[in-house]
């Protein structure tokens, strides 16, 4: 009886914690694109604070009561953020990031204030690749080499027929 109380008792508390579900800890990204900071809160008792941060200091998102706020938002995420008010009640406190810049890897944290709990994540950002560039083909170019290649094996051939 104790040890089956006991094992209630950790799974209900392993239950209330923050996670990534479906997801690595590590995200790589390309410049441009936008990505998903996954923030799931697995607890019967929703969280309403919610504080996004970037490198632990710069403000990202701030969720309070239940809604998004970006006062004091640091400059290099303004207009480039958005969440989904309407996954709060699920537990989901995911971003989105927009139109992605070098500046933006690093790690973030989803930290629950009210709980004292928090989940890292780590945004890989790449240079997009370079796509290499073809030459236009220049028809008159390759028409008059046509020309000088068919030019000289005619007279390679007559060469030989003389000798």
Request: some cysteine.
């Amino acid at each position: 009886m104790v040890l089956r109380s006991w094992v209630i008792y950790l799974l209900l508390h392993l239950t209330g914690k923050v996670s990534l579900q479906n997801s690595a800890d590590k995200i790589d990204s390309v410049v441009g694109d936008s990505v998903i900071l996954p923030c799931l809160y697995e607890n019967q008792q929703r969280s309403t604070d919610v504080l996004w941060r970037h490198n632990v200091s710069r403000r990202v998102l701030n969720i309070i009561n239940g809604k998004p706020s970006t006062e004091k938002q640091d400059d290099m995420f303004k207009n480039r953020t958005e969440s989904f008010p309407s996954e709060y009640s699920k537990g989901n406190y995911s971003i989105e990031l927009k139109d992605l810049k070098l500046t933006h890897a690093g790690n973030y944290t989803c930290f629950f204030p009210k709980l004292n709990e928090k989940k890292m994540l780590q945004l890989v950002v790449r240079e997009k690749p370079v796509e290499p560039t073809r030459k236009p083909r220049n028809s008159s170019t390759e028409a008059q080499s046509l020309k000088i290649l068919t030019f000289l094996i005619a007279l390679v051939g007559l060469t030989l027929h003389l000798i």
